[in-house]
Protein backbone atom coordinates (compact mmCIF):
# COMPACT_ATOMS: atom_id res chain seq x y z
CA UNK A 1 0.00 0.00 0.00
CA UNK A 2 2.86 2.15 -0.98
CA UNK A 3 2.32 5.70 -1.86
CA UNK A 4 1.06 8.99 -0.01
CA UNK A 5 -2.61 9.67 0.62
CA UNK A 6 -2.81 12.50 -2.34
CA UNK A 7 -1.80 9.87 -5.05
CA UNK A 8 -4.07 7.48 -3.83
CA UNK A 9 -6.81 9.61 -4.34
CA UNK A 10 -5.81 10.78 -7.68
CA UNK A 11 -5.79 7.25 -8.59
CA UNK A 12 -9.06 6.53 -7.60
CA UNK A 13 -10.43 9.12 -9.58
CA UNK A 14 -8.65 8.33 -12.78
CA UNK A 15 -9.61 4.52 -12.42
CA UNK A 16 -13.20 6.03 -11.89
CA UNK A 17 -13.40 7.49 -14.98
CA UNK A 18 -15.11 4.83 -17.04
CA UNK A 19 -17.60 4.19 -14.19
CA UNK A 20 -18.36 7.94 -13.95
CA UNK A 21 -19.07 7.71 -17.58
CA UNK A 22 -21.09 4.59 -16.70
CA UNK A 23 -23.42 5.92 -14.57
CA UNK A 24 -24.10 8.89 -16.43
CA UNK A 25 -25.79 7.06 -18.80
CA UNK A 26 -27.69 4.35 -16.66
CA UNK A 27 -29.00 6.67 -14.55
CA UNK A 28 -30.62 8.50 -16.75
CA UNK A 29 -33.21 6.05 -17.08
CA UNK A 30 -33.23 6.34 -13.20
CA UNK A 31 -34.59 9.64 -13.75
CA UNK A 32 -37.57 9.06 -16.22
CA UNK A 33 -38.60 6.68 -13.35
CA UNK A 34 -38.53 9.43 -10.62
CA UNK A 35 -40.31 11.79 -13.02
CA UNK A 36 -43.12 9.52 -13.23
CA UNK A 37 -43.55 8.64 -9.81
CA UNK A 38 -43.71 12.25 -8.88
CA UNK A 39 -39.98 14.08 -8.02
CA UNK A 40 -39.03 17.07 -9.47
CA UNK A 41 -35.62 17.57 -10.76
CA UNK A 42 -33.90 18.30 -7.93
CA UNK A 43 -35.60 15.87 -5.92
CA UNK A 44 -34.27 13.27 -8.10
CA UNK A 45 -30.57 14.63 -8.30
CA UNK A 46 -30.97 14.34 -4.08
CA UNK A 47 -32.27 10.86 -4.11
CA UNK A 48 -29.21 9.42 -6.39
CA UNK A 49 -26.50 11.98 -4.65
CA UNK A 50 -27.54 10.29 -1.25
CA UNK A 51 -28.82 6.79 -2.12
CA UNK A 52 -26.48 5.40 -5.27
CA UNK A 53 -28.41 1.89 -5.76
CA UNK A 54 -29.35 1.28 -9.67
CA UNK A 55 -32.04 -1.13 -8.08
CA UNK A 56 -32.92 -0.01 -4.70
CA UNK A 57 -33.77 3.16 -6.63
CA UNK A 58 -35.38 2.14 -9.40
CA UNK A 59 -37.76 -0.11 -7.05
CA UNK A 60 -38.34 2.68 -4.79
CA UNK A 61 -39.41 5.03 -7.51
CA UNK A 62 -41.83 2.11 -8.70
CA UNK A 63 -43.32 1.97 -5.56
CA UNK A 64 -43.71 5.21 -4.40
CA UNK A 65 -45.38 6.11 -8.47
CA UNK A 66 -47.78 2.74 -7.19
CA UNK A 67 -49.12 4.74 -4.27
CA UNK A 68 -46.79 3.14 -1.35
CA UNK A 69 -46.38 4.19 2.13
CA UNK A 70 -42.81 4.92 3.81
CA UNK A 71 -42.98 1.65 5.85
CA UNK A 72 -43.42 -0.42 2.82
CA UNK A 73 -40.59 1.77 1.04
CA UNK A 74 -38.10 1.67 3.57
CA UNK A 75 -38.81 -2.58 3.85
CA UNK A 76 -38.38 -2.94 -0.24
CA UNK A 77 -35.15 -0.44 0.11
CA UNK A 78 -33.21 -2.40 2.64
CA UNK A 79 -34.49 -6.31 1.26
CA UNK A 80 -32.98 -5.07 -2.54
CA UNK A 81 -30.12 -3.21 -1.24
CA UNK A 82 -29.14 -5.89 1.41
CA UNK A 83 -26.44 -7.12 -0.96
CA UNK A 84 -24.50 -3.98 0.59
CA UNK A 85 -24.07 -5.48 3.68
CA UNK A 86 -22.09 -8.38 2.01
CA UNK A 87 -19.71 -6.12 0.15
CA UNK A 88 -19.31 -3.55 3.14
CA UNK A 89 -17.88 -6.67 5.44
CA UNK A 90 -15.70 -7.86 2.60
CA UNK A 91 -13.86 -4.62 2.02
CA UNK A 92 -13.74 -4.22 5.26
CA UNK A 93 -11.45 -6.79 5.38
CA UNK A 94 -9.25 -5.16 2.89
CA UNK A 95 -8.24 -2.01 5.19
CA UNK A 96 -5.56 -1.46 7.42
CA UNK A 97 -6.55 -2.49 11.16
CA UNK A 98 -5.93 0.81 12.08
CA UNK A 99 -8.22 2.90 10.18
CA UNK A 100 -10.02 5.57 11.76
CA UNK A 101 -13.40 4.70 12.70
CA UNK A 102 -14.79 7.90 10.51
CA UNK A 103 -12.34 6.83 7.29
CA UNK A 104 -14.64 3.43 7.71
CA UNK A 105 -18.08 5.26 7.88
CA UNK A 106 -16.82 7.63 4.73
CA UNK A 107 -15.82 4.31 3.46
CA UNK A 108 -19.42 2.65 3.15
CA UNK A 109 -21.31 5.80 1.72
CA UNK A 110 -21.15 4.68 -1.15
CA UNK A 111 -20.33 0.79 -1.76
CA UNK A 112 -21.55 0.03 -5.05
CA UNK A 113 -21.02 -3.15 -7.23
CA UNK A 114 -18.72 -1.48 -9.55
CA UNK A 115 -17.04 0.93 -7.12
CA UNK A 116 -16.48 -2.03 -4.62
CA UNK A 117 -15.54 -4.30 -8.17
CA UNK A 118 -11.82 -1.88 -8.15
CA UNK A 119 -11.68 -1.46 -4.54
CA UNK A 120 -11.08 -4.90 -3.58
CA UNK A 121 -8.91 -5.35 -7.19
CA UNK A 122 -6.38 -2.99 -5.46
CA UNK A 123 -3.34 -4.80 -4.40
CA UNK A 124 -2.52 -6.00 -0.94
CA UNK A 125 -4.28 -3.55 1.36
CA UNK A 126 -6.51 -0.70 0.34
CA UNK A 127 -6.41 2.49 1.06
CA UNK A 128 -9.15 4.48 2.03
CA UNK A 129 -8.20 7.55 0.03
CA UNK A 130 -8.43 4.99 -3.11
CA UNK A 131 -11.89 4.91 -2.81
CA UNK A 132 -12.74 8.31 -1.96
CA UNK A 133 -11.05 9.53 -4.84
CA UNK A 134 -13.13 6.69 -6.93
CA UNK A 135 -16.62 8.17 -4.98
CA UNK A 136 -15.57 11.96 -5.90
CA UNK A 137 -15.65 11.04 -9.62
CA UNK A 138 -18.51 8.62 -9.94
CA UNK A 139 -21.03 9.90 -7.45
CA UNK A 140 -21.70 12.88 -9.28
CA UNK A 141 -22.35 10.97 -12.51
CA UNK A 142 -24.73 9.53 -10.90
CA UNK A 143 -26.37 12.22 -9.32
CA UNK A 144 -26.29 14.28 -12.92
CA UNK A 145 -26.99 11.46 -15.01
CA UNK A 146 -30.98 10.89 -12.86
CA UNK A 147 -31.13 14.98 -13.15
CA UNK A 148 -30.19 14.59 -16.65
CA UNK A 149 -32.73 12.00 -17.21
CA UNK A 150 -35.81 14.20 -15.21
CA UNK A 151 -35.41 16.84 -17.04
CA UNK A 152 -34.62 15.34 -20.88
CA UNK A 153 -35.90 11.91 -20.57
CA UNK A 154 -39.36 12.23 -22.33
CA UNK A 155 -37.75 13.84 -25.43
CA UNK A 156 -35.66 10.87 -26.54
CA UNK A 157 -36.54 7.80 -28.61
CA UNK A 158 -37.58 4.63 -26.49
CA UNK A 159 -34.61 2.55 -28.10
CA UNK A 160 -32.26 4.92 -26.95
CA UNK A 161 -33.44 4.92 -23.56
CA UNK A 162 -33.46 0.90 -23.44
CA UNK A 163 -30.03 1.35 -25.14
CA UNK A 164 -28.49 3.45 -22.14
CA UNK A 165 -29.89 1.17 -19.42
CA UNK A 166 -27.59 -1.81 -20.52
CA UNK A 167 -24.61 0.14 -20.27
CA UNK A 168 -23.49 -0.62 -16.46
CA UNK A 169 -23.24 -4.25 -17.03
CA UNK A 170 -20.72 -3.72 -19.92
CA UNK A 171 -19.11 -2.06 -17.75
CA UNK A 172 -19.75 -4.10 -14.65
CA UNK A 173 -18.15 -6.96 -16.78
CA UNK A 174 -14.94 -4.84 -18.12
CA UNK A 175 -14.35 -4.66 -14.14
CA UNK A 176 -14.46 -8.63 -13.62
CA UNK A 177 -13.03 -9.91 -16.85
CA UNK A 178 -9.31 -8.83 -16.59
CA UNK A 179 -8.96 -10.06 -13.09
CA UNK A 180 -10.80 -13.28 -14.20
CA UNK A 181 -8.46 -13.92 -16.80
CA UNK A 182 -5.54 -13.81 -14.37
CA UNK A 183 -6.77 -15.67 -11.72
CA UNK A 184 -8.45 -18.91 -11.80
CA UNK A 185 -9.70 -18.56 -8.17
CA UNK A 186 -11.33 -15.35 -9.24
CA UNK A 187 -12.82 -16.81 -12.53
CA UNK A 188 -13.81 -20.30 -10.70
CA UNK A 189 -15.78 -17.77 -8.20
CA UNK A 190 -17.39 -15.70 -10.72
CA UNK A 191 -18.59 -19.23 -12.91
CA UNK A 192 -20.34 -20.24 -9.86
CA UNK A 193 -22.28 -17.10 -8.81
CA UNK A 194 -23.39 -16.95 -12.57
CA UNK A 195 -24.15 -20.53 -12.27
CA UNK A 196 -26.50 -20.03 -9.65
CA UNK A 197 -27.69 -16.67 -10.91
CA UNK A 198 -29.34 -18.33 -13.94
CA UNK A 199 -30.83 -21.24 -11.61
CA UNK A 200 -32.49 -18.73 -9.37
CA UNK A 201 -33.99 -16.69 -12.50
CA UNK A 202 -35.34 -20.00 -14.62
CA UNK A 203 -35.46 -22.76 -11.41
CA UNK A 204 -36.23 -21.50 -8.28
CA UNK A 205 -37.98 -18.63 -9.30
CA UNK A 206 -39.98 -18.01 -6.10
CA UNK A 207 -36.77 -16.46 -4.77
CA UNK A 208 -36.78 -12.38 -5.26
CA UNK A 209 -33.63 -11.03 -7.46
CA UNK A 210 -32.53 -9.25 -4.11
CA UNK A 211 -32.41 -12.38 -1.82
CA UNK A 212 -31.55 -14.57 -5.21
CA UNK A 213 -28.35 -12.29 -5.61
CA UNK A 214 -27.06 -12.63 -1.48
CA UNK A 215 -27.73 -16.21 -2.23
CA UNK A 216 -25.03 -16.15 -4.91
CA UNK A 217 -22.23 -14.34 -3.18
CA UNK A 218 -22.93 -16.37 -0.24
CA UNK A 219 -22.21 -19.26 -2.00
CA UNK A 220 -19.50 -18.43 -4.26
CA UNK A 221 -17.64 -16.68 -1.31
CA UNK A 222 -18.28 -19.99 0.83
CA UNK A 223 -16.13 -22.07 -2.41
CA UNK A 224 -13.97 -19.34 -3.01
CA UNK A 225 -12.64 -19.72 0.54
CA UNK A 226 -12.38 -23.38 1.11
CA UNK A 227 -11.17 -24.26 -2.42
CA UNK A 228 -8.83 -21.01 -2.78
CA UNK A 229 -8.21 -19.96 1.00
CA UNK A 230 -5.55 -17.30 1.34
CA UNK A 231 -2.36 -17.89 2.72
CA UNK A 232 -1.58 -16.39 5.96
CA UNK A 233 1.31 -14.05 4.98
CA UNK A 234 -1.15 -12.78 2.37
CA UNK A 235 -3.73 -11.31 4.66
CA UNK A 236 -1.60 -9.15 7.03
Do not use: H
Request: proline residues 5%; positive net charge; hydrophobic residues 55%.
Amino acid sequence: MRGTNKSWFAKGMRDAIPIALGYLAVSFTLGIAAKNAGFTPFQAFLVSFTNNASAGEFAGFTLIAAGGGYLEVAILILITNARYLLMSCALSQKLPPDTPMIQRLLLSYDVTDELFGISVAVPGKLNPYYSFGAYTVALPGWAFGTLFGTLMGSNLPANIVSALSVGLYGMFLAIIVPVSRKKKSVLAVVALAAACSILFRYVFTAVSSGFAIILCAVLASIFGAIVFPIPEEERT
